[in-house]
């Protein structure tokens, strides 16, 4: 058997890969909440949202959904804490529509169902990024999970009535006094 230390060097190799080893999402049991800061490129097996700043119900009349134009500031980084995009540090909003191949789909489901003014942290597999390619003008290496902190901004049709909003009610508005009128003064 010529093969035998060819077969013997791979078990071993495999053997001793221990924490190193990539795991299948299906083998992996650890149910603890994920640290980004953790994780390496291969360990970021799905998107991973965390809601920073958070609207309440009753002020959320609107969320952005499919087809949606936002607009966001943000800042980028890639795992190891390179920054790659600073919108948010520079004030510089950037505007987009939800559904359209211009900004990343990890980014772009991170932003879904977000109300104006929320911020969120999304951590984006490589394969909902750049995948195997080079991105971000040779910041962004192949392979590479992101991270970025997003704050909406602002929201352009079509808007989405957030599910639990209640809207006013209406016959309340129509009972209440004016303020101001256009009636004769000696109407009033």
């Known amino acids: 058997m010529r093969f035998t230390p060819l077969i013997l060097a791979t078990m071993l190799g495999v053997a001793s890969a221990g924490k190193n080893a990539v ?20 360990d970021v097996p799905e998107l991973i949202i965390e809601k920073l700043v958070e609207i ?4 959320c009349t609107y969320r952005s959904g499919p087809g949606s134009v936002v607009i966001t500031l943000y800042n ?12 948010w540090d520079n004030n510089d909003p950037h505007q987009f529509q939800l ?9 772009q489901k991170g932003i879904e169902d977000m109300c104006v003014n ?38 352009k049709p079509p808007m ?5 909003y209640k809207k006013p009610n ?10 101001a009128s256009d009636a004769a003064k000696d109407e009033l």
């Open 118 to 155: 929320e911020v969120r942290k999304v951590t984006v597999p490589s394969r909902l990024a750049h995948g195997k390619k080079i991105g971000g003008g040779g910041l962004i290496p192949a392979n590479a999970a992101l991270v970025y902190k997003i704050k909406l901004i602002g929201l």
């Open 170 to 179: 209406v016959e309340a508005v129509k009972t209440a006094v004016p303020v």
């Open 56 to 59: 309440p119900v009753e002020e």
């Open 76 to 87: 980028g980084e890639l795992l190891n804490g390179k920054v790659i995009d600073k919108s």
């Open 99 to 107: 559904g359209t191949p211009l900004v990343i789909e990890g980014l």
């Open 23 to 42: 795991l299948r999402p299906d083998e992996i049991v650890d149910s603890r909440p994920v640290d980004p800061s953790e994780l390496s490129d291969l």
């Open 160 to 164: 989405y009535i957030h599910p639990e």
